[in-house]
Each structure stands twice: as C-alpha cells, then as structure tokens.
C-alpha cells in the first residue's frame, strides 16, 4: 500500500480563542480539520511564549483526531516524556534546538508517539538524509518561528528536495507558516501533504460562527488538491 499523501490540513491554535481552547478544537475538527496542531514556545529557542503540556493535556479530551505538538523548545528532551504523557500523537523538534537531535528523535520515538523533524528556514536538508529511518514527518517552516500570522518564505526548492529525499518512505511533509488558499498550491505542488495554517484557519470565525472555519478549511484544501490536479 503507498504512503496516503492525501491533502491534510492541520489548523494551528495559536489564532485560535485563548480562553476557550476546547470548543476550538471541537469547532475545527467538526468543519473539516485533519489534525489539529499545537505550538509550544519557551521563550528562548523563539521569542515568544505559549503553552506546556498541562494545556495540551486539558485539550487532548477535545481532540478526536491527530494532536501533532510543534516543539519550539530547547533543550527539548527534558520535556518529551511530558507532552508524551499528555497525550500527543506525534512529537516535532527542531533540528536547530541543540546538538543531539538523533537522540532526541529516538527518545521522542522510545515513547510510542511518532516523531517529526522541523526545519528553520535558514536550515538545508543536509541534516534529514542521516534521519530518515527515525522520522515520521519532516516540518518545513515557511516563516522564522514564534509568531502567528507572518508572511508565507518561498521553501518549495526545499521542499521538492525533500520529497525526492523520502521517496516511497513513510514521512508526512508539512509546511507551516503563512499558507494560506494563495501559497497552498505552491507548497502542494512542490510535494507538501500536511499544510499547518493559522491565521487562514480562524480569520472570521468563532466557535460561535464554525462554518467559517469550515469554509477556511475547505479552500486551503481545495486550492491544494486543485493545484495536485485532483479535483476540477
Ligand atoms: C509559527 C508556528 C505556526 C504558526 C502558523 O511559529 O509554528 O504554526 O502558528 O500560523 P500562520 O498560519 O498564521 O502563519
Ligand atoms: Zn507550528
């Protein structure tokens, strides 16, 4: 069976209501969301700071689908254990957050939970081809972590070289940052199949107006798969 590459759209809850993340992650998963994505900010790896795993515990009873915590931490393994604990399906660190990161990605793996490899932009793909065989997603940031909402970093050069790297191997390729219905074609075109989205995702709705999540959602995918020539 091939690897299901299918379009997924994995909306961030950074842009969502901050007091109320639970109808939030309802609300997206009931209009459409694959998975939903969490990021976590120390502060200090980025400058900007988020949520720890109590949070992405007190979700996970919300989350019917895939919770996929984006780790911008360093260091990361004190904490992996944690968010294993509190119920993540896969675990992402970044590959600038320290000097071990193949001992990092096996103890991510050593907790059961699927591991993925995040890339800053500056970074290349020098450092995934020695990662292949512990990595079930590789994360491409199209804008310099820590803040929601910035302007989408043409990575598709990355991305295609990426794609040509995994080849048939089982490893998600997710873009996030700045995607929206406008750059979603790009990235898809390029070899992307998770596509993170924020500010794309939550602009306009409330848990009080979902459909407009839905509506979101559906033209971040639509735009995709058109792009894929999988849809008129
Ligand atoms: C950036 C985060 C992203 C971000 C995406 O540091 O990792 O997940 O929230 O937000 P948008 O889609 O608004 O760029
Ligand atoms: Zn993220």
Redesign the pocket.
């Known amino acids: 069976m091939p690897f299901d590459r299918r379009i997924r759209i994995a909306p961030?809850i950074?842009?969502a209501d901050f007091a109320n993340f639970g109808a939030e992650c309802r609300a997206i998963e009931g209009h459409g969301a694959d998975w939903v994505?969490v990021?976590v900010m120390d502060g200090h790896f980025?400058p900007n700071l988020t949520f720890g795993p109590a949070m992405c515990k007190a979700i996970r009873p919300h989350v019917r689908t895939v919770m996929d915590v984006?780790l911008?931490i360093a260091p990361v393994d004190p904490y992996i254990e944690a968010f294993a604990e509190a119920g993540a399906d896969i675990i992402t660190a970044h590959v600038e957050a320290g000097p071990h990161i193949h001992r990092t990605l096996q103890a991510i793996r050593a907790t059961g939970k699927k591991a993925g490899l995040a890339l800053n932009p500056g970074t290349g793909t020098d450092a995934v081809a020695h990662l292949l065989d512990l990595i079930d997603l590789v994360c491409v940031m199209t804008?310099n972590?820590?803040?929601?909402?910035?302007k989408f970093i043409d990575m598709t050069a990355k991305i295609r070289a990426l794609r040509a790297i995994i080849g048939d191997r089982p490893i998600h390729i997710e873009i996030?940052?700045?995607?929206t219905r406008e750059t979603a074609p790009l990235v898809a075109r390029a070899g992307a199949d998770v596509l993170?989205?924020?500010?794309?995702v939550f602009s306009g709705g409330s848990v009080d107006k979902p459909e407009i999540y839905g509506q979101n959602i559906r033209a971040i995918r639509r735009a995709a798969e058109a792009a894929l020539g999988q849809i008129a």
């Open positions: 961030s950074l842009s994505h990021d980025v984006h911008m804008v972590p820590g803040f929601g909402g910035q996030d940052g700045g995607v993170v989205a924020g500010s794309a």
